[in-house]
């Protein structure tokens, strides 16, 4: 709730910041407008005053303000949704690899998993930290003995991402600082809605 009421400061501090823009501007630019408005009147002619094209850039203006965030918020919301959906077919793929070889698989070919438009290879960590995983156009996904990770590797949130734990099925959301310089939680607690910060170090990783 308290980042919620933020964000509507914010917003209306943006909306006050435009009208205090208007109103200096018309206060500065009166007398050539009043003339404006006269010739209008003087020859006949019915066009757009400035004072109504002024308002309706300031509409606009309010309307991408409002709008633009929330756009690009849906939009990391879906392509998080897509990350997470694969993510649970890899774990129910874990469990089924377990059962018929009583550990967990650190090699996607080994699972039995529809991944045409991947490439194997290395992506934001280097080949050191994480020589077997895939990547896409949006996001890497790694397979590890005790969690299947992945990370979006471009855009405002390079290096964000989410984890699954292989014997307890618990998710967290990761924020890889080395990647990632945005806000810490910007992610993870204002997208994705996650919990309380876990672990604080080279990722954050919260609770979800």
Sequence with gaps: MQRENKNVVINNNVILNLFQDLNRFVKQNKVEMLKQVQHDNRIGQRGFTLIELLVVVLIIGILAAV??????????????????TLMQSIATAQQVYFLANGTYATDLDELALGLDNFTKGTVLGGSSEAPIKAYNDLFEIRVQQDANIAYF????YKGCGFSVNHETGRWKCREWSKYYKGTAGDFCQKIMKAGELLVDDTTRVYAM
Excluded: C, D, F, L
Excluded at 67 to 84: F, G, I, T
Excluded at 153 to 156: A, D, F, L, V
């Design 153 to 156: 590797i471009k855009g405002k």
């Design 67 to 84: 709008a633009v965030p929330q756009y690009e918020k849906a939009v990391m919301k879906s392509r998080a949704a897509n990350m997470q």
